[in-house]
């Protein structure tokens, strides 16, 4: 049981290119989320998932992409980098159903920097 | 709208004393709130939460965290402090949707001493 994981784990890209972020879950959680992590800001919501083919847009999601086509999946993508993009990228989980509080597990994380 | 507020960016305490990490919260509806920590080049691991009930939470790693209502407030505190309970500590609320989706202070970093 891995848990969740992120690839790859570091990356650099130059302005204006493009990239995907993998996420990967095998606790067959339904919910997934991305978050973006600043010095001092804590996390950010970028977008999030209730279920295989359902996305939605979190706090910050300009600039990014989603796609959720099967439970365990749910990749991050960036069309055009841009240096304010850079920042450590989170990819978390949960099983949520009606009445749960159910904890979110998080990724080892992807550190991104666009120069 | 719910927000979490960690009103200390870092907070310092010598191995083997008692250490309190601040939350306060601000919702509507009942309070979900849980606490996480993340080791340097980690992710970020769950620690404890508050659902309802006893308001003394106890949680991993021997930390527990006191909710209290009138204050809106969610502490974290251990009894003994240890080096290698050095990180970065996240409180979070849940918001009021049914999405799961968790609000997160920004964050007060831990350093223990020996």
């Known amino acids: 049981n891995a848990g969740v994981t992120q690839t790859p784990k570091f990356r650099i890209l130059k302005i204006g290119q ?3 972020l993998q996420c990967t879950q095998d606790m067959n959680h339904n919910y997934m989320y991305w978050y973006r992590q600043d010095p001092g800001m804590g996390l950010k919501l970028i977008y999030y998932s209730v279920g295989a083919g ?3 847009k979190g706090e910050v999601p300009n600039g990014y992409n989603v796609s959720r086509s099967t439970t365990e999946d749910f990749p991050l993508r960036l069309e055009l980098a841009a240096p304010s993009q850079t920042s450590v990228y989170f990819c978390a989980s949960s099983y949520y159903q009606a009445g749960s509080y159910n904890e979110q597990f998080f990724g080892p994380g992807t ?3 666009v120069l | 709208a719910q ?4 009103p200390e960016d870092q907070v310092n305490v010598a191995e083997g004393n008692p250490l309190t990490v601040k939350c306060t919260y601000s919702v509507s509806g009942n309070p979900y709130l849980f606490w996480y920590v993340q080791y340097p080049n980690r992710g ?3 620690l404890l939460k508050y659902i309802t009930g006893d308001n003394l939470v106890k949680g991993s790693y021997g930390f527990e965290a006191e909710f209290n209502k009138s204050q809106t407030s969610f502490h974290l505190k251990k009894p003994s402090a240890l080096v290698s309970d050095s ?4 409180c979070a609320v849940r918001d009021g949707s049914n999405t799961g989706k968790l ?3 920004q964050g007060t970093t831990l350093q223990v001493k020996p």
């Open chain 2, 103 to 105: 609000i997160f202070g």
């Open chain 1, 111 to 113: 550190r991104l920097t």
């Open chain 2, 87 to 90: 990180a970065l500590y996240f």
């Open chain 1, 54 to 56: 359902i996305t939605d």
């Open chain 1, 18 to 20: 493009s990239m995907t």
């Open chain 2, 44 to 46: 970020l691991q769950f």
């Open chain 2, 3 to 6: 927000s979490v507020a960690q």
